[in-house]
């Protein structure tokens, strides 16, 4: 509203307007998604209460990162569960988490980065879980803070893990059509 100038009630009719969309095409792909984020109101907060609590979905096609000793008794506002599905794991972080606990878990998260991407821990930890409300005023929240550095971990590890699954049929046939057109022959070995 402040960035574009919309009322809330054009905003609130966009949205009714894009929901069969969503419905149809965002939805849908939660089933096959590695990782699903949603902030949320906790139970009993009011509307001026500006703290988001987190929940993370991570589905086993991730590797699991090791929370033991982060998750004690003494660490309010974080924990981990089983989620509905066998395969699923479920971070909640609340919104008024402690900000100690907070950098347990974001330097539990720095310890799982690969060697190659430890360089961005120079980042002062205030600059993760930043934002910008809706008169442009920068805020932080402890919560965000985890997401955003658990995010990045899981997107640099998907780079490095990203495998290219092809029949056999299909690869030999691209291995053909490249020698048919002349081009040079690369030494893949089939996955």
């Not at 971070?91 to 690969?114: C, K, N, Q, S």
């Not at 490095?160 to 057109?181: C, D, G, T, Y």
Request: with cysteine.
């Amino acid at each position: 509203m402040a960035k574009r100038g919309y009322t809330r009630e054009q905003v609130m009719t966009e949205i009714a307007a894009r929901e069969p969309d969503v419905a149809a095409y965002i939805t849908p792909q939660r089933r096959f998604a590695d990782l699903i984020v949603r902030f949320y109101r906790p139970e009993g907060s009011g509307p001026g209460d500006e703290y988001l609590s987190v929940r993370i979905v991570e589905r086993a096609t991730l590797p699991q990162l090791n929370l033991e000793g982060v998750l004690g008794d003494s660490c309010e506002g974080v924990r981990l569960r089983q989620g509905e599905d066998a395969d699923e794991t479920v971070l909640e972080i609340h919104g008024t988490i402690d900000p100690m606990a907070v950098r347990r878990l974001e330097d539990r998260i720095w310890e799982h980065f690969d060697a190659r991407h430890r360089h961005l821990r120079h980042l002062a930890p205030d600059q993760f879980g930043e934002f910008t409300d809706g008169v442009l005023r920068t805020h932080h929240t402890d919560p965000l803070a985890p997401v955003q550095l658990l995010l990045v971990h899981r997107i640099l590890s998907a780079q490095k893990s990203m495998l290219l699954k092809v029949p056999l049929s299909v690869h030999e046939e691209m291995i053909h059509a490249q020698r048919r057109r002349g081009e040079a022959v690369h030494d893949y070995t089939h996955v």
